[in-house]
Antibody, heavy 125, light 109 residues
Framework: QVQLQESGPGLVKPSQTLSLTCTVS??????????WSWIRQPAGKGLEWIGR???????NYNPSLKSRVTISVDTSKNQFSLKLSSVTAADTAVYYC?????????????????WGQGTLVTVSS | DIQLTQSPSFLSASVGDRVTITCRAS??????LAWYQQKPGKAPKLLIY???TLQSGVPSRFSGSGSGTEFTLTISSLQPEDFATYYC???????????FGQGTKLEIK
């Protein structure tokens, strides 16, 4: 059973860089055709996709955040990471890491089948 | 960019009711739509993928249908554990970008 776990500071000061890591267990991050994503959810609001990485290092980002986001992968540690720069209070949210599936059997899926439990990051001085 | 609009945003229903949630896409997305259930303080859980395929372990009272621009999630007989918020989701092909509907909160009447 694949499991994902987010880790990182729960409090970040305005204008600083938010850094989170997602550790994948129960399977290799390099196996299969999966993308590894970050998704966030402000309190009481909906889900916003931040970006994704393939184990080759190829990335895609939400255009609304692209200038501030970097996602990287460390296959030796079975981890991928998020950096979001120049944060403001608007970046306060629960941050989730998730596995993006492309195909399941013969069916094209394009969904998120495994999620971390989420970690709350508050931007405040 | 393709937008997803869910209706209704709030739904009040009773145990045993049949409920339907609709997700409309601003452009055709074939059958590339997923549905999630999220309970307070928890991560979303995948229920339905490829518009109508039930994820392993999900009760059969959940079903999905649709293609193109209109999709539905139906719960045939509500159980107490089904009261939650539901989201639809799709992936733009170019540029690659996932989008979610705004959510439908299902509450106990």
């Amino acid at each position: 059973q694949v499991q994902l776990q987010e880790s990182g500071p729960g409090l970040v000061k305005p204008s600083q860089t938010l850094s989170l890591t997602c550790t994948v267990s129960g399977g290799s991050i390099s196996s299969g055709s999966y993308y590894w994503s970050w998704i966030r959810q402000p309190a009481g609001k909906g889900l916003e996709w931040i970006g994704r990485i393939y184990t080759s290092g190829s990335t895609n980002y939400n255009p609304s955040l692209k200038s501030r986001v970097t996602i990287s992968v460390d296959t030796s540690k079975n981890q991928f990471s998020l950096k979001l720069s120049s944060v403001t209070a608007a970046d306060t949210a629960v941050y989730y890491c998730a596995r993006g599936s492309m195909v399941r059997g013969v069916i094209i899926t394009l969904d998120f089948d495994y999620w971390g439990q989420g970690t709350l990051v508050t931007v405040s001085s | 960019d393709i937008q997803l609009t869910q209706s209704p945003s709030f739904l009040s229903a009773s145990v045993g009711d049949r409920v339907t949630i609709t997700c409309r896409a601003s452009q055709g997305i074939s059958s590339y739509l997923a549905w999630y259930q999220q309970k307070p303080g928890k991560a979303p859980k995948l229920l339905i993928y490829a518009a109508s395929t039930l994820q392993s372990g999900v009760p059969s009272r959940f079903s999905g249908s649709g293609s193109g621009t209109e999709f539905t999630l139906t719960i045939s007989s509500l159980q107490p554990e089904d009261f939650a918020t539901y989201y639809c989701q799709q992936l733009n092909s170019y540029p690659p970008m996932y989008t979610f509907g705004q959510g439908t909160k299902l509450e106990i009447k």
